[in-house]
């Protein structure tokens, strides 16, 4: 992090923090990731420059992935045999998802093949973002309702798990807990390996990092426990932040049409995946938390987080996460190409 970025995160973070106070006083769901989102969303809406470094978003990731992979254990990898069906309706919501958002885009607010398609990828911003910038579309309707979708479904999915009474939403992850010399040496481990996948371009590359350097070590017996709750809470806290720092520098004026596209499209999409994650919990006989965190087309790290921090199979939910990128990876060029043919 350079000096200059120093005043910017400060202000986000504490900000963040505030956030996350009033959401545990008024008894919000996943308070540590919903409080700091609305909160640095309004900040940012009222002028403020809001900002998480690049350095500290990476810190965050490895955090995620590695806590995420604390919750294997050989009866994680029996269960898992039954995820293959899962896996491929993954694969058939997204497609669904993309071209249901997409389609309403057009319709009901005008926009091009192109900019809708962007604007409706259930996933991947980053990688959607590059793809805008490289398009003749809407680069700021893209950005704005990308963000809608990734805010929308931070909040809406654990009140839905909540409302549903799937879970405690005031738990947090349960001890035991690593060792301070085990948990730096995971956390070494993961950003070395995280490393070599962002060499290799893997999506999610620091998070995947995580992942696997702690399941190797909790299948193999060499480390036990979880991460413990004073590093986790403020990387919930920073992660939440994150999401409402992409409304830093953007006008109401310019939210207004961009954002009522994308609740609209959102509350669409949040529709299809919530029919599917009841569908796969029946048919596979997976924990409805699981699923519905699952089969939410939010961000990968805020989702994977999520999981952690409502005790809800993260081993399962990131899974699904990391296939829906990967699959979006191949998805979208393909359909962005047939969109530009067809205009």
Sequence with gaps: MSPSELPAFALTAAIGFAGALLAILISFPAPYLIGPAIAVTLASLAGLRLAVPQDVRNVCFVIVGVSMGTTVTPEVIVAARTWPMSFVMVLVTMTVLLFTSSTLLQRLFGYDRVTSLLASSPGHLSYVLSLAAETRCDVRTVSIAQSVRVLALTIITPIIVTVLDLVDSGTILAVPVMSLPVLIGSLVAAVALGALFLRLRLPAALLLGGVFVSI????????????PNWLLIPTYVILGALIGTRFSGVSLAEVKKAAIAGAVATVAVTFIAVA????????LDIPLDAALIA??????????????????????????HVLRLLFLSALMPLALARAMRQR
């Design 216 to 227: 190797a070590t909790h299948v193999t017996g060499f480390a036990s426990g979880a991460v």
């Design 276 to 283: 599917t994650a009841f569908g796969v919990s029946h048919a």
């Design 295 to 320: 089969f939410a087309p939010g961000g990968l790290e805020t989702m994977s987080a999520m999981a952690v921090m409502l005790d809800a199979n993260p081993t399962y939910v990131g899974a699904h």
